[in-house]
T-cell receptor, first 114, second 111 residues
Framework: ETGVTQTPRHLVMGMTNKKSLKCEQHLGHNAMYWYKQSAKKPLELMFVYNFKEQTENNSVPSRFSPECPNSSHLFLHLHTLQPEDSALYLC?????????????FGSGTRLTVV | GEDVEQSLFLSVREGDSSVINCTYT??????LYWYKQEPGAGLQLLTY?????DMKQDQRLTVLLNKKDKHLSLRIADTQTGDSAIYFCAESLNAGNMLTFGGGTRLMVKP
């Protein structure tokens, strides 16, 4: 365990379903991130939150809706997805501010849209 | 703009040294990182180097930084089959905690 927990590990959903991915960390970090990893784009930044506020939205389609109720939890709400959205979704966290912190990643949720 | 590039694939024999290379474009990089991703897992931080250093060694890992050429490398000595993974380099800039990742290099270690 890295300290960043993602659930579920695997998810299969139909194109008309609504589901949510969850990410949780108790490392005291104030920044949290969603990444999409697929064969086409190895690591694609989706959203960034700092102190619960969204500070980056990398032109992500509105069928992906993030939520950050507090600095320890991050959600990604999914609705009316397309098959091309099938990918590994990675959550990461880091301290805010400069320093050799790097990111701590979760193990990811493997999403398959059918 | 920021751009971090890596070669896609590297194959070595067990016991040999592996050298994974990375180039970046932003000269204001503060820290540079190496991450390892094993199959079905997230990225794990291996090591980092501060931009005013040329080299950092940590057991079997040696990081070399050529700031003039904006070139970063990761050398793995005595490569083992357990080192087979995807390796990502990343840079952080003066502005804060955001990282820019390369596309990853898949290392395959043959017995």
């Amino acid at each position: 365990e890295t300290g960043v927990t993602q659930t579920p590990r695997h998810l299969v959903m139909g194109m008309t379903n609504k589901k949510s991915l969850k990410c949780e960390q108790h490392l005291g970090h104030n920044a949290m991130y969603w990444y999409k990893q697929s064969a086409k784009k190895p690591l694609e930044l989706m959203f960034v939150y700092n102190f619960k506020e969204q500070t980056e939205n990398n032109s992500v389609p509105s069928r992906f809706s993030p939520e950050c109720p507090n600095s320890s939890h991050l959600f990604l709400h999914l609705h009316t997805l397309q098959p091309e959205d099938s990918a590994l979704y990675l959550c990461a966290s880091s301290p805010s501010g400069t320093g050799p912190y790097g990111y701590t990643f979760g193990s990811g949720t493997r999403l398959t849209v059918v | 703009g920021e751009d971090v590039e890596q070669s896609l694939f590297l194959s070595v024999r067990e016991g040999d040294s592996s050298v994974i290379n990375c180039t970046y474009t932003d000269s204001s990089s503060t820290y540079l990182y190496w991450y390892k991703q094993e199959p079905g897992a997230g990225l794990q931080l291996l090591t980092y180097i501060f931009s005013n250093m040329d080299m950092k060694q940590d057991q079997r890992l040696t990081v070399l930084l050529n700031k003039k050429d904006k070139h970063l490398s990761l050398r793995i000595a005595d490569t083992q089959t357990g080192d087979s993974a995807i390796y990502f380099c990343a840079e952080s800039l003066n502005a804060g905690n955001m990282l820019t990742f390369g596309g990853g290099t898949r290392l395959m270690v043959k017995p």
